[in-house]
């Protein structure tokens, strides 16, 4: 039996920061940001959205009221959870209208939460066939102004329908991970802005992907010429091309270059919007499927996911006959383009403001799912 990605969907907060305008206001080289680091424009939310909100509108777009009365397992990975005791899968199941004789629950380990809660849906599905699993991993990505990270912030959700004989994506089982106990990265309880050691956190992420990547072939008695396309989790864009690259050093021209056009379909949802930390793998998922020309079903995909601190995982997936008709590459691609363009200025508003739960606010906020108001520390959101 097959079981994987029935259905997938982004969304992103409704307004960018050129980074272009944000080179000028820190007086260094547009290309600093555009070539160094990869990126054109960086996802802002405003206090009215937050993950709950962020993965409803990305969810919502993908459940039909059939699937809501099967789904009986939701989960959420995020590492910018909004409660240290409730979950936001509990919220998100509201919201979203799914019957509740339904377990919702929400995993950490900063940006591998996203893989574990997929795994965890796929073995659900696999021991109960009838059933279907959702996964939403969101989260907001934010470093401070004027700080190290500040042109890697991002923010948005990916939602996963996990089913069995998907009609998108079969996850293969065949999967390998790693543990390794680093500081590259970090947020300690009360922390407003995570900490983070940037060179150790390059290489950590470089080394954990070679030797997972080895491991797994070994293992699974594979080689590199046997995958279509590798993708990566993507902090920045040019982090997953930095790994690849260091694979590829010794490989024939013409196989790498095909490695490499098919990595940079992957990053071009990536380079608009940022980092998604849970999600940013399979933003580059959604991207790849968008715009690569044609896939086989016997074609297979190799992911790399990685959580700073660290946990890595590599997997294998292949496509299904007739996937292209399940992908939403128009409502994606308007998702991004109608999207409001920030004043510096305005920006720099936007990241002073933060959500202060014990202080009762109001929001006025037109996008389907938001932040109602606070009250005695409960957020109230509207559909």
């Known amino acids: 039996m097959n079981v994987g990605i029935d259905q997938i969907s982004f969304y992103v907060p409704q307004m960018y920061l050129d980074m272009i305008d944000l080179a000028q206001a820190r007086n260094v080289d547009p290309n600093k940001y555009l070539i160094g680091i990869g990126q054109e424009k960086m996802a802002i939310n405003p206090q009215s959205q937050d993950i709950i909100t962020l993965g409803a509108n ?27 005791s409730k979950a936001s899968a509990v919220i998100l199941h509201r919201l ?37 699993a959702l996964v939403i991993a969101t989260d907001i990505a934010r470093y401070g102004l004027n700080s190290g990270g500040e042109p890697t912030q991002g923010a948005g959700a990916v939602a996963m329908l996990i089913t069995k004989e998907p009609r998108i994506l079969v996850i293969e089982e065949k999967t390998l991970a790693l543990t390794k106990d680093v500081y590259d990265f970090w947020r300690p309880t009360n922390q407003k802005y995570p ?60 196989i790498a270059k095909e490695f490499i056009d098919n990595y940079e379909l992957s990053i071009r949802y990536s380079r608009q919007i940022g980092n998604l930390y849970t999600g940013s793998l399979y ?19 190799g992911l790399f996911s990685y959580g700073s601190g660290m946990v890595g995982e590599f997997f294998q997936a292949h496509v299904v006959e007739g996937y292209q008709k399940h992908l939403h590459t128009t409502q994606n691609q308007e998702t991004l383009n109608k999207r409001h363009r920030l004043t510096f200025a305005e920006y720099e508003t936007c990241l002073n403001e933060h959500l202060d739960p014990s202080i009762d606010q109001v929001f006025t906020d037109e996008t389907r799912f938001s932040i109602e108001k606070v009250e005695n520390h409960i957020r109230y959101y509207k559909k």
């Open 283 to 301: 933003l580059g998922l959604i991207s790849y499927l968008d715009h690569v020309a044609t896939l086989k079903p016997e074609d297979t995909i």
């Open 58 to 84: 990305a969810a919502e777009k993908i459940l039909t009221a059939q699937d809501k009365e099967q789904i009986d397992l939701v989960i959420v990975g995020t590492e910018s959870s909004i409660d240290e």
């Open 96 to 132: 979203l209208g799914i019957q509740p004789y339904a377990r919702a629950i929400e995993v950490k380990e900063a940006c591998y939460a996203g893989t574990a809660a997929l795994q965890m849906a796929v073995n659900h599905v696999r021991l109960h066939p009838e059933s279907k």
């Open 195 to 254: 900490l983070v050691d940037g060179p150790l956190s390059n290489s950590t992420y470089i080394n954990a992907f070679s030797d997972v990547f080895t491991a797994y072939n070994q293992k699974y008695q594979q080689s590199l010429t046997d995958y279509k396309a590798l993708l990566f989790h993507i902090p920045y864009t040019k982090m997953g091309r930095k790994a690849l690259n260091h694979l590829l050093e010794n490989v024939d021209e013409a």
